[in-house]
């Protein structure tokens, strides 16, 4: 019985393919919460508190704070 083998350009183009296909089920723009109370806190010289980020990619970037309390 012949092995069956697959091709190693498979792998090259699968593994790639499966990360990003995780990265894109499992993201969340909360990850940058942390980021954007330290630049809302800097520049508005008081403590910033964000609950929840929605952000809409396009030509256009939309962001949109949640809950935000100053």
């Known amino acids: 019985m012949a092995e069956r083998r697959v ?3 498979a792998f090259w183009v699968g593994i790639p393919l499966v990360l ?9 723009w909360d990850w940058f ?3 954007a109370e330290r630049r809302a ?3 508005l010289g008081r403590p910033v508190k ?3 980020l929605h ?14 309390r100053t």
Not at 20 to 28: E, K, N, Q
Not at 55 to 68: F, I, S
Request: glycine share 6%; charged share 20%; no cysteine.
């Open 41 to 43: 806190s800097a520049a």
């Open 55 to 68: 952000v809409r990619l396009g030509r256009v970037t939309e962001v949109a704070a949640e809950d935000l």
């Open 50 to 52: 964000i609950e929840h």
């Open 7 to 9: 091709p190693r350009w």
């Open 33 to 35: 919460i942390p980021l």
């Open 20 to 28: 990003t296909g995780l990265l894109i089920a499992f993201w969340s």
